[in-house]
């Protein structure tokens, strides 16, 4: 596989329900990202792991709780969960820049998606 | 304070024409970089184009250029020859700066609804 592949796709659960998502790239980066897509409204970063560190915690609540095992995987566990959760979640990944300035060496590559309904 | 609007919510373009997306933002840094994804119906955020705040010349891949124009600070996307498969959601995103630790922030706008017909 190449990219960046995200499961489940699709995820219905229940508030007390504990489920987690999972990411993984296969573009040899070394940065993940976590971001939420709502309906109408532009996407929000919620986590950055960079070198297996978590760098980024965007005031995210604490039913959301991410794993970063090693480079390659990027884990979302959910629990607990309210309607207003439900969105598309996306996985990223990009290159930590080796010089910071210009250029598109970071660029952030995104997985399908998870869509996640919590009823 | 929007950092990124995009005032288009839909488009209509005929198949093989050009169409341009507008995306204007707003920064008080000198570096940045504006990028442009594509998210088909599937969900996945596809990569499209990119431009630096120092690049002098637009950027252009394939069919995808960028109408960078930095004094009005907008950064349009012109896809030409238009195809059934382009039929897609289109956002423009900024990269302003970077994360201690690594990694960059990007801030995205609400996107375009972009529909290629017969």
């Known amino acids: 596989e190449t990219g960046v592949t995200q499961t489940p796709r699709h995820l219905v659960m229940g508030m007390t329900n504990k489920k987690s998502l999972k990411c993984e790239q296969h573009l040899g980066h070394n940065a993940m990202y976590w971001y939420k897509q709502s309906a109408k409204k532009p996407l929000e970063l919620m986590f950055v792991y960079s070198l297996e560190e978590r760098v980024e915690n965007n005031s995210v609540p604490s039913r959301f709780s991410p794993e970063c095992p090693n480079s390659s995987h990027l884990f979302l566990h959910l629990h607990t969960l309210q309607p207003e959760d439900s969105a598309l979640y996306l996985c990223a990944s990009s290159q930590v820049a080796p010089i910071i300035g210009q250029g598109a060496a970071d660029t952030q590559y995104f997985g399908p998606g998870t869509r996640l309904t919590v009823l | 304070a929007q950092k990124i609007t995009q005032t288009q919510p839909g488009m209509f373009v005929q198949e093989k024409e050009a169409v341009t997306l507008d995306c204007t933002y707003d920064?008080?840094?000198?570096?940045?970089?504006l990028f442009w994804y594509k998210q088909p119906s599937s969900g996945e955020m596809i990569f499209l184009i990119y431009?630096?705040?120092?690049?002098?010349q637009n950027a252009t891949e394939g069919r995808y250029s960028l109408n960078f124009q930095k004094a009005r600070k907008s950064a349009n996307l012109v896809i030409s020859a238009s195809q059934l498969g382009d039929s897609a959601m289109y956002f423009c995103a900024m990269r302003e700066g970077w994360i201690t630790g690594g990694g960059n922030k990007l801030t995205f706008g609400t996107g375009t609804q972009l529909k290629v017909e017969l």
């Open positions: 431009q630096g705040s120092y690049d002098e």
């Open positions: 920064t008080s840094d000198q570096s940045y970089g």
